[in-house]
């Protein structure tokens, strides 16, 4: 898919930015404060309708503004235009898709898919296991509603299941929380491992590509993963101890995922280039495997890609971008367009600002 346009009223620091994208890679150059980082978030906000930046939710609209208006003009493989709106007044949100105004999040997903790199992502890399659940998760609720689906109720199940354990249940008291859970479960671990399976070769893939000294993967615990009657004498069985914590302990949510740089976790033995780099390669990943599922060419939006790379680690990075999809880069480096000096579809877009409007000169 390609972004033909944009048009952006109301969101950070952007009063109006009105662009036309090419395909290949849009490098975005400009100061901090120019509203690089906000193009992104618009983008990402046409395919979730929320933004990325987690620690920058509030405050969203342009100070002494209302409302915020996004509005993208996008073209599918067989050459279609489609039209996404997103209206936000206050606290009241408005999304439409050719005019036709949608009330569910799921009518979003899937039709315009996005892949980010934000500098929260590397949570993902030094954070904890929930960390790693999110992103994982988020890619399988973007190309299966089957697992939305599942997902979603099991989260309100293990909610419920909990809350009815501060009050010391019987184990005939949760019987009924028991047999849910076992389904959910089993149809949630099938799922997972054919998709983990497919991702981590995808991964491995790419990161031979880069001819690095060291090897890196991703690990899914598979002896984790039990048929719908094993989870349930597991829950059974660990009715007492579940009793004691008021927590639920055993289910897909505890799944343990690994990255593994050099045989070792990288969290603990990768410097922060390394990190980077192997942030960089799982956001590929992920847009390669939404492509195969969905038949769609995700939007890939790297925010600040050079940031902790070294000039050898972001010219093997390119080595991976020169492929059809449609990528957006920042950058505060006025010599990033250096980096790219033998491609041919490369739009520099350096942001300049005038009478509260970006721009691009």
Request: glycine share 4%.
């Amino acid at each position: 898919m390609i972004l033909d346009s944009i048009n952006i009223e109301n969101l950070r620091s952007i009063n109006k930015f009105n662009m036309t994208f090419k395909p290949g890679i849009n490098l975005i150059y400009g100061e901090n404060g120019r509203g690089k980082t906000s193009i992104l978030e618009a983008i990402y906000i046409l395919s979730i309708s929320r933004s990325f930046r987690s620690h920058f939710l509030r405050n969203i609209i342009t100070d002494g503004k209302s409302n915020i208006q996004i509005v993208g003009k996008i073209k599918d493989s067989s050459n279609q235009y489609l039209k996404i709106e997103y209206y936000k007044l206050n606290n009241q949100k408005r999304i439409k898709i050719n005019e036709k105004k949608i009330n569910n999040l799921s009518e979003l997903l899937g039709i315009f898919p996005v892949t980010v790199l934000s500098p929260d992502d590397i949570d993902i890399i030094t954070g904890n296991n929930k960390d790693k659940h999110k992103f994982f998760n988020m890619i399988l609720c973007h190309t299966n509603k089957l697992y939305l689906n599942y997902l979603q109720q099991y989260k309100l199940i293990i909610k419920q299941r909990n809350s009815l354990l501060q009050s010391q249940p019987t184990l005939e008291d949760i019987q009924i929380w028991n047999e849910k859970l076992s389904d959910l479960g089993e149809k949630i671990w099938k799922i997972r491992k054919d998709f983990f399976s497919n991702f981590t070769s995808i991964f491995t893939k790419l990161w031979n590509q880069l001819d690095c000294k060291f090897k890196a993967n991703i690990e899914y615990h598979n002896n984790q993963i039990l048929s719908k009657n094993e989870y349930y004498e597991q829950l059974c069985s660990n009715h007492l101890n579940d009793l004691k914590t008021g927590y639920t302990k055993k289910g897909p949510h505890k799944d343990i995922i690994n990255l593994f740089f050099n045989n070792m976790p990288i969290k603990e033995c990768g410097s922060q280039g390394e990190k980077k780099l192997f942030l960089i390669v799982l956001k590929i990943s992920e847009a390669i495997y939404i492509n195969n599922i969905m038949n769609k060419e995700p939007i890939i939006l790297l925010d600040d890609l050079f940031a902790m790379l070294d000039k050898n680690r972001g010219s093997k990075i390119l080595k991976l971008l020169t492929n059809n999809f449609q990528i957006f880069i920042t950058t505060t480096d006025a010599n990033a367009e250096t980096y790219f000096s033998k491609m041919t579809q490369l739009n520099f877009i350096k942001l300049e600002e005038c009478n509260d409007i970006c721009f691009a000169a």
